[in-house]
């Protein structure tokens, strides 16, 4: 096969179809920047459940008879609570903090921040409690059997927030998802309107080098590379989008949440690492596309 006629034809091709490569190279665009998108949420959800990991307590707080009298978990209404805890699968660690050491947690928190809440807290006012520490901080399965002890008051789970953020995140993904399929769909029409055009323009000259002997991949290889080259250029188009929009707009907007390590933030190292993917995966569509469509249009 001569490289340079195939080349030549390609780009041939691509300059008679200017406008319909112009629309798949936009629409590529936009569908692998929404693939990218759903990819790098992805892992913004694991790396912002990864900051809250070393965070998240789950507090099982006792009734105040139990709080009043056991200054260090030897009771047996906070052995009970506490062997079930320690012998439960997918608990880390559970540590005691009684009405006391409770209270001195509580004022070296807020006497900076709120020092008039710390003066009208009573030194009784907070429980003791079972800090538990749980391997999946979103899996409470393992509270279940200590719930309905009747010197549980309360069981106090900080990883609502985090749940709340992870549930956010994921419909955002699979929205991403869905918005990318319609437009691979969108994408996958043009690229087979293009390829069908480009073969009609040219359908005499290939079958005079059918009828020479040429091969039918050399003959339908320009209108293959077409596709490919176009998809690239979209690839290209949407990883100068998905740069320019963290740089120029997602740090600015999130940057107070990036600071606080609310949420976990897209690095530049992320978004060079699912350009590739979203790259190979435009480029397969578009041969796959492109040969399926020559198959069924150009039959001999």
Same mark, same amino acid.
């Given at each position: ?59 099982? *707080? ?10 260090? /978990?030897?009771?047996?209404? /906070? ?19 009684? *009405? ?50 009747? *010197? ?67 003959? *339908? ?80």
């Amino acid at each position: 096969m001569k490289l340079g006629f195939v080349l030549r034809e390609t780009f041939r091709g691509m300059g008679r179809n200017i406008t319909m490569g112009i629309a798949l190279v936009i629409t590529t665009a936009i569908s692998l920047g929404l693939l990218a998108t759903g990819f790098l949420v992805t892992q913004v959800t694991a790396d912002t459940k990864a900051i809250y990991l070393d965070r998240i307590e789950v507090m099982v *707080q006792f009734d105040e008879e139990t709080s009043a009298g056991d200054t260090d /978990c030897s009771s047996g209404a /906070c052995l009970e609570v506490r062997e079930q805890l320690e012998s439960a699968d997918g608990v880390e660690g559970v540590t005691f903090r009684s *009405q006391a050491q409770s209270y001195e947690r509580f004022v070296e928190v807020f006497e900076d921040t709120d020092p008039q809440l710390v003066e009208e807290t009573s030194p009784d006012a907070l429980p003791a409690a079972l800090h538990v520490r749980l391997e999946d901080p979103l899996d409470t399965a393992p509270l279940d059997a200590v719930r309905d002890l009747p *010197q549980v008051s309360a069981v106090v789970d900080q990883a609502d927030d985090l749940r709340g953020a992870v549930d956010n995140l994921d419909s955002l993904r699979w929205t991403t998802f869905l918005l990318a399929g319609l437009q691979v769909i969108a994408a996958v029409f043009l690229i087979a309107n293009m390829v069908q055009i480009a073969a009609y323009n040219r359908r005499e000259e290939m079958s005079i080098m059918r009828m020479v002997g040429a091969s039918r991949w050399y003959t *339908q290889a320009p209108f293959v590379l077409e596709a490919v080259l176009a998809t690239l250029l979209g690839a290209a188009l949407a990883a100068v989008g998905l740069l320019a929009g963290k740089h120029l707009v997602l740090d600015n907007v999130m940057r107070g949440l990036y600071d606080s390590r609310l949420i976990a933030p897209v690095t530049t190292a992320d978004i060079w690492q699912v350009i590739p993917v979203i790259g190979v995966l435009g480029v397969v569509l578009a041969v796959m596309t492109a040969e399926i469509t020559l198959r069924f249009y150009v039959r001999k």
